[in-house]
DNA sequence: CTGAAAGCGCTTACAG
DNA sequence: CTGAAAGCGCTTACAG
């Protein structure tokens, strides 16, 4: 069977108080007596058991994440980011997705409820943030990574969005583009609200105009149907910025379909860089996400949090940088 | 305070016992005396510690999942296949990751001893085989996802490679193509062994010898660095079937360099079906591997395993499917 | 510096 | 059908 503090004490001769004290590096141990109990530890192999040490010390050393979905492009790297920070820290990551609506909610909420984890990440919280906020208030520390809204009850980190189109605005300014297209994704996100409202301000500043604005849902054909409708309906353009790499390459794909060469006609620029913003057809020029970055600092500030800190009251803002590849070239 | 079994027995007049047995649904409970327990159950919204059930009961509802990088095109696949079925059992996924060596390594074992979960999913354990063997020997369940090796140790599931090198073949002969480059992995793998034996097991029945093999890497770079050199080197073919699609992203990115039209010179063919393979120019032809459906199968493996049901001996194998794009069109 | 005992919140023989 | 008690493997006052 598996060995136990209990085996562990007797074949040392110590106490199991002894052996927990050395286990946690109490300084009251006499060295001899430590130095013997480490010895039996090593020599038998023993590991406490995670779940008897998370019982009576009321914590699991363990943190949760709540994901909408694994499968989108840049999840994986949140996700790296996370659990790279959180393994450094000797805590476990459990992972949970709610991408099949109220089941896997209520399934979530058990689990917290069971405590078993002791602090909780959430990507992007659409439809979970009343859970969410129930869970905060009840005592649950909650960091959010999330660009969608505006979460003034939680600890957040978020890209720099404003910046970001603002960024984006000066780039294609920079190449002598007049007439810009915004793709925003739903407006009803504090994301898309904040990259328009940069590059609006930065083409201001200018003296350009914004006149073309689509709403679209930051899917690939939804970029692709958005611009073939605006050429069909007579509205010209010399530039796009699509508020994520996705709905740029439909754009991309629907500039090819009706002959417009990228970037001497239209150049475009996405937002997120995703991994295959670099093979498109030219290659997407985009503002970076840094998406590990935020998964490593929302999981610094959820350590932090559990270690007794406290946490930012204002989003922590990462910064944004445009990617320059093929489909709208440096000047 | 959060509310203990304890408390629900007290407030529902019985003893620990009875509601433990109505939480677990035995039998002997009187009907009406279940009724009372709980309804107190919901009032107080009562839910059991994972930690103390998990410790009286000797195991912890929780699989871990362990994988060499979170950051591989087709691993949120897998993930999500794997999350899925685990969360639909009312299991819990703890995710580790391998990819800062000996360290994560360490880390990882600890865990593992410390019984932080019941059972294992490993993704292509290069590094970590040895460990695996002796934690699988230690009693610990085990399921591979893996291309690379053969472990008849473990139970596992793995794509159809061999029927899949075959159906590479297939279809580039079917479209006239006589002179083939296969551009593998490394050999060490036996996927790459079996995509290379399928496809030339194909060739020959039909008569065409396959004179170009490569060995690469699985990377773009080496992908372009490859065909270049060939080129130079004054070979020549009209097929490409890349092992991977990163390969085969590196190997169009080649050709477009010295003029070579896909697929109109050059046919190519990749593996795996990553996100980023729709969106190539041309779009990319590519034996798809069924991730999601390989991590759900592991995860069902795992559960049957758990639920004290054997496992199969020999590996689980899914079948692979040619997706057909722009880069090696139907005949 | 060290140990006996209680406690963390459950489950499970055992007895009735 | 139900409950008192022991036990899962630790930690932590408390006493010495």
Redesign the pocket.
């Given at each position: 069977?598996?060995?136990?503090?209990?085996?562990?004490?007797q074949a040392a001769?110590?106490?199991?108080?002894?052996?927990?004290?050395v286990?946690?590096t109490?300084?009251?141990?006499?060295?001899?007596?430590?130095a013997k109990v480490r010895d039996v530890i090593n020599r038998m192999g023993?590991?406490?058991?995670s779940?008897?040490?998370g019982?009576?010390?009321?914590s699991s050393r363990t943190v949760g994440m709540l994901v909408p979905s694994l499968t989108w492009p840049w999840m994986g790297e949140v996700l790296q980011g996370v659990v790279d920070t959180v393994e450094a820290a000797d805590f476990g990551l459990l992972l949970f997705t709610c991408n099949r609506g109220t089941e896997s909610v209520a399934r979530f909420t058990h689990q917290v409820s069971?405590?078993a984890f002791d602090g909780l990440i959430v990507v992007e919280p659409e439809n979970t943030l009343d859970m969410l906020t129930a869970l905060h208030r009840d005592g649950l520390p909650v960091v959010l990574v999330d660009d969608r809204g505006h979460h003034p009850e939680f600890p957040s980190v978020t890209a720099a969005n404003f910046e970001g189109g603002a960024s984006a605005a000066r780039h294609l300014l920079a190449d002598g583009r007049r007439e810009p297209l915004v793709l925003t994704g739903p407006q009803r996100f504090g994301c898309v609200r904040d990259r328009l409202a940069g590059f609006r301000a930065t083409c201001a500043e200018r003296g350009i105009g914004v006149g073309l604005v689509a709403e679209g849902d930051f899917t690939e054909a939804d970029g692709r149907a958005c611009v073939r409708r605006l050429l069909a309906e007579g509205r010209e353009f010399d530039a796009v910025f699509a508020h994520n790499d996705l709905a740029a390459i439909g754009v991309l794909g629907a500039l090819r379909d009706v002959g417009r060469r990228v970037p001497d006609d239209v150049a475009v620029v996405g937002f997120d860089d995703i991994p295959v913003a670099r093979h498109t057809e030219p290659s997407l020029t985009t503002v970076r996400q840094p998406m590990r970055e935020m998964g490593e600092t929302a999981a610094r500030m959820l350590l932090a949090r559990l270690a007794g800190g406290a946490s930012p009251t204002s989003p922590v803002v990462l910064p944004t940088e445009v990617i320059v590849r093929g489909s709208a070239p440096a000047h």
């Open positions: 069977m598996r060995v136990t503090i209990a085996d562990v004490a001769g110590v106490s199991k108080t002894t052996v927990s004290r286990l946690n109490r300084a009251e141990v006499d060295a001899s007596t430590a023993y590991v406490p058991s779940g008897a040490v019982l009576a010390r009321g069971a405590r």
